[in-house]
């Protein structure tokens, strides 16, 4: 199954490459929307559209500042469409996306180089985000424009109801999992709430995304770097086993009460709604949902902590997003002024605040304090976690292969409640041995 996988991924991406361009070929004589005028920037972003409303208002900003005009595109189908144009050789010139797609995007040469020392405000920006825009050759590929970590929300009022401290550990967490499975927490009468919220499918990576925290916690990596440079996997390790393990019987094979919600192996965040719908208790998930469950459910019955502690610790996944230039010529100056603006004091309280959906969640601006911008506590755990307990995926691969793959693996073992942890992850290991061959990166 995994050498079927990776071949064909491995012949589609050959397909993909052969239609990329090179940094000196992108460009020259392009069509895109904002070709014909030096003094406009074509940007894009992988944005609704609330989000998209609070990019707009940030890119106003920067027009009024700078006079620099920015055709704005929202895009959904990011990753499609950006292939598309790459075809044409005609790329957006700045693209704001995940961290995760940089290895990806410098690997096809859709990416022009960075130097840190170029962008105005850069030194605002602390060593260790900055040393997440390095590509695989050692080169910056992008600029952190934004960074978030995960944390534990809860439903406050179910808790204090039930008399349950916030928890600290794995088995505290499971225990008041297990009263909000149990013990009636809305106090209808009615044995209908879940324990926590699990985004458990294998599509997209999610069972990998939501994962990941536990693997940290537990002690396990799924890649690690290997001196001299390269990786080599090691989700087989013994603390990989017992963390995985340790999730399969307590959460997804635990006969004694919903501890998650139904349908968790099928699950994604778009229709894991049972937090904001108020038969869940808690969800392990990234800041950007604060706001819609504060909406849905009201402020005070939300709380955030940092996430329980395991074997290990209580390191969680770490992301985020960068400003990325497109690989193509001209307009370098004014792609450095706009990406000097996001990064600055003002770019971020902007994209921080407003009637719309923040699109900065941990600024990676060091003078800034997100509690304080948004006047929220909640969010100075979040930007704790991020500075203090997280780990991001390695960026520098392209990381997205490995992440299906486990995602792939890990849903497997949790839904088939006989299966066995220990083959299951030595299997995973070997697929994901061919995912870094593929790149030659398997030291």
């Not at 985020?320 to 309280?349: D, H, K, M």
């Amino acid at each position: 199954m995994g050498v079927r996988r990776r071949s064909r991924r491995l012949a589609a991406t050959l397909a993909v490459a052969g239609l990329l361009c090179t940094t000196a070929a992108c460009g020259s004589g392009s069509d895109g929307a904002a070709s014909g005028d030096p003094n406009t920037l074509e940007v894009w972003t992988r944005s609704n559209p609330d989000a998209a409303a609070t990019y707009q208002r940030v890119f106003d900003a920067f027009t009024r500042k700078t006079g620099i005009r920015i055709d704005y595109q929202p895009v959904i189908n990011f990753d499609q469409q950006l292939q598309g144009r790459a075809s044409t050789r005609d790329l957006p010139d700045v693209m704001i996306n995940d961290t995760a797609l940089m290895g990806s995007y410098q690997s096809q040469g859709l990416l022009k180089p960075v130097d840190p020392a170029d962008i105005a405000g850069g030194d605002r920006i602390d060593a260790r985000t900055w040393a997440t825009t390095v590509g695989r050759d050692g080169v910056h590929y992008g600029i952190p424009y934004s960074r978030q970590a995960m944390t534990l929300m809860i439903r406050k009022d179910w808790r204090e109801k039930l008399g349950l401290p916030q928890p600290t550990t794995w088995a505290q967490m499971l225990t008041l999992a297990k009263a909000f499975a149990d013990d009636d927490p809305d106090g209808d009468g009615k044995k209908d709430t879940y324990g926590m919220v699990v985004p458990g499918s294998a599509q997209n990576g999610y069972a990998a995304w939501w994962g990941a925290s536990y693997l940290w916690q537990g002690g396990a990596r799924i890649i690690e770097p290997v001196k001299g440079g390269g990786y080599r996997p090691v989700v087989d390790s013994a603390a990989a086993v017992r963390a995985v393990t340790w999730l399969k019987d307590n959460l997804f094979c635990s006969a004694d009460n919903a501890v998650i919600q139904p349908g968790a192996l099928t699950a994604i965040t778009g229709n894991a709604t049972n937090f904001q719908d108020g038969n869940a208790g808690m969800y392990l998930t990234g800041p950007y949902n604060i706001s819609t469950f504060d909406q849905a459910l009201g402020k005070g019955k939300v709380e955030v902590v940092q996430a329980p502690a395991g074997p290990a610790g209580d390191d969680v996944l770490a992301d985020g997003e960068n400003i990325y230039f497109g690989a193509r010529t001209g307009r370098t100056e004014q792609e450095r002024a706009l990406a000097a603006f996001l990064v600055s004091a003002e770019g971020q309280r902007l994209a921080m605040t407003g009637e719309n959906q923040p699109v900065v969640r941990i600024p990676v601006n060091s003078t800034l304090d997100a509690a304080t911008v948004r006047h929220d506590p909640r969010w100075g755990v979040v930007q704790k976690a991020y500075e203090h307990a997280s780990v991001e995926f390695p960026n520098a691969p392209d990381f997205a292969p490995v992440k299906q793959d486990t995602a792939d693996a890990l849903n497997a073992i949790f839904t088939y409640c006989g299966s066995d942890v220990r083959s299951g992850l030595k299997e995973l290991n070997d697929t994901l041995a061919g995912d870094l061959k593929d790149q030659d990166l398997l030291k």
